[in-house]
């Protein structure tokens, strides 16, 4: 079964973990947009962290009692959600494929933030325990699936993608510790799962069984972020 991002990130605070690790804006005047999909947590986290006085959040929470944060209907499509406001920091810390159509979501980025703007975009973790092995190579050889190889061209795909528009785009690693269930958990999200776990669904759940094997028989689990930074000049 697939867990909600929402819940997700409510029960694990995973996505919270990497802020407390990213260069953010000093500026209470810095208009933020959250295209992160994590319900509250993460525009909430913002403003009390760093006291941003407007955030928009696209977001299917109802309506709440704060000036600071604007929700936006996830009624359109992503990029016209995002083409259609602006913002000085454009965030968005969420597992790979998020953006499933990339240059024209890169264009929709270009689109909202203003000049001299910040882009923080997570794009997906690897995973390595206490001796340094490579968890998902592991687990990519066991089912015959690149698992590894799929992540990393989502990274370079978006990563190249938006060199083409902003200046000075660098990626960085934020390292997240976490417990063996929350990275079942984590590996469950839609974006992940169905993207990642299996060439024939007839595979599935011998995949999902595999994997739980491979996490649990690991020991001191340590995910490593990778995250693109960027400027509008």
Request: net charge negative.
């Amino acid at each position: 079964m697939n867990t909600d991002i929402k819940d997700f990130e409510e029960k694990t605070h995973c996505f919270k973990k990497i802020i407390e690790s990213l260069n953010l804006p000093k500026a209470k005047e810095t208009v933020v947009f959250d295209a992160s999909l994590k319900g509250l947590s993460i525009p909430y986290y913002l403003q009390d962290r760093m006291g941003y006085k407007k955030i928009y959040s696209i977001n299917d929470s109802p309506k709440i009692q704060n000036r600071h944060i604007v929700l936006l209907s996830t009624d359109q499509k992503l990029e016209t959600i995002i083409s259609n406001h602006k913002s000085d920091l454009f965030i968005a810390l969420s597992p790979p494929f998020l953006f499933e159509h990339t240059f024209e979501s890169v264009y929709a980025i270009s689109k909202n933030l203003n000049v001299g703007g910040k882009l923080i975009i997570s794009t997906y973790p690897d995973l390595y325990d206490e001796k340094g092995q490579d968890i998902l190579g592991i687990f990519s050889n066991l089912i015959d699936i690149p698992i590894k190889e799929k992540l990393h061209r989502q990274h370079l795909t978006l990563q190249n993608a938006l060199s083409n528009i902003f200046k000075n785009i660098s990626s960085e690693e934020v390292l997240v510790k976490a417990s063996k269930e929350d990275i079942i958990e984590l590996f469950n999200l839609d974006l992940f799962y169905k993207n990642l776990f299996y060439n024939d669904i007839k595979n599935l759940l011998d995949n999902d069984i595999i994997f739980e094997q491979v996490i649990f028989e690991a020991s001191d689990l340590t995910l490593l972020w990778h995250i693109i930074y960027g400027h509008k000049f």
